[in-house]
Nanobody, 115 residues
């Protein structure tokens, strides 16, 4: 059984920073993609950033210049460093891991940015 354990969410003031972590454990094969999505109340889940097995990254416009995704392949862990946070970044952030042919999702971690 595969588990994704997320941590690092919380309450922060606008302009502050948070670092999210997501560790995959269990019987998981080769991980090709790791990413972060978010979902705000009343909105659809959206991609924040992704990283593949060789470290190539892609960012949605919402996080470009403010967010940095990274991964530790040895630990099957993905990170999201979020700087200059804005109130509109408030959402539940979900970790996503793809290990063919299965897409795994974390339980979500709440990020709240106060103005």
């Amino acid at each position: 059984q595969v588990q994704l354990v997320e941590s690092g969410g919380g309450l922060v003031q606008a302009g502050g920073s948070l670092r999210l972590s997501c560790a995959a454990s269990g019987s998981i094969g080769r991980i090709t993609f790791m990413g972060w999505y978010r979902q705000a109340p009343g909105k659809q889940r959206e991609l924040v950033a992704g990283i593949n097995s060789v470290g190539a990254t892609n960012y949605a416009d919402i996080g470009k210049g403010r967010f940095t995704i990274s991964r530790d392949n040895a630990k099957n862990t993905v990170y999201l460093q979020m700087n200059s946070l804005k109130p509109e970044d408030t959402a539940v952030y979900y970790c996503n891991v793809f290990s063919s042919p299965v897409d795994y999702w974390g339980q979500g971690t709440q990020v709240t940015v106060s103005s």
